[in-house]
């Protein structure tokens, strides 16, 4: 297992678990988006009683449109997940509610709090809208489109012997570079995540047990199936 060669279809940060626990285990450890972002402005910011983010980047962006503009008080805020929950804490200094990452399980939890409350959505123009989905109309949804992702370039060439796909997007970004080695690992942070794995014809596909970047590492240094 040393020696092997991870890629993980995200930026990595200095203080990173994912790269500080693999590369304690002797692991090579590449980590790249596939995806490239760009604003989105918006002026109108819908009355809420909560924002909800499903990511880092949905905060970053949603921060940035507002230029300075402070949302009413009382205004609570949530996320979907704890990396996310951490830059909402950053960035406005309080998170109300953080979910495990795990959209079911997120929108049975968020609407004990926020059943039948008006929730606004900042998120990028594909979102997946997985807990308006969810909800239904158990709470009264409002959406506003912060960013844009789309597809780099140019991507990694595949000569790793383990993926990490952090995302439908980056799994399609990738396979429309390159065919996908089908003697390496591949590890998915979720369920739509896995499933566009599986789309691509791979069936042996692990999946994290939580999106953490803990939770990845540890789904990397699980054994193989046989």
């Not at 506003?144 to 439908?168: A, G």
């Not at 789309?199 to 054994?223: C, M, N, R, Y």
Request: include cysteine; aromatic fraction near 10%.
């Amino acid at each position: 297992m040393p020696n092997q060669r991870v890629f993980i279809s995200r930026k990595l940060k200095p203080d990173s678990p994912f790269q500080a626990i693999l590369t304690k285990a002797g692991f090579e450890v590449h980590g790249e988006s596939l995806l490239e972002f760009e604003p989105v402005s918006f002026e109108v910011i819908p009355p809420a009683d909560w924002v909800f983010f499903y990511s880092q980047n949905a905060v970053v962006f949603f921060a940035k449109g507002l230029a300075g503009r402070a949302l009413p008080a009382g205004t609570r805020l949530a996320a979907i997940g704890a990396s996310t929950a951490q830059a909402v804490v950053r960035h406005f200094g309080t998170c109300d509610f953080a979910g495990n990452g795990q959209p079911d399980e997120v929108a049975r939890e968020f609407l004990k709090i926020a059943k039948g409350q008006n929730v606004l959505f900042p998120q990028a123009e594909n979102s997946r809208r997985a807990i308006q989905t969810r909800a239904g109309d158990q709470i009264r949804a409002h959406e506003i489109v912060v960013y844009r992702n789309r597809p780099k370039v140019s991507t990694p060439p595949p000569d790793f012997d383990i993926f990490v796909f952090t995302s439908p997007l980056n799994v399609r970004a990738f396979a429309q570079k390159h065919s996908l080695p089908p003697t390496a690992r591949y590890i998915a942070i979720g369920p739509s995540t896995f499933e566009a794995l599986r789309h691509l014809g791979f069936p042996d596909i692990a999946q994290s047990e939580t999106p953490s970047e803990t939770g990845l590492a540890k789904a990397v240094l699980e054994p193989q199936k046989p």
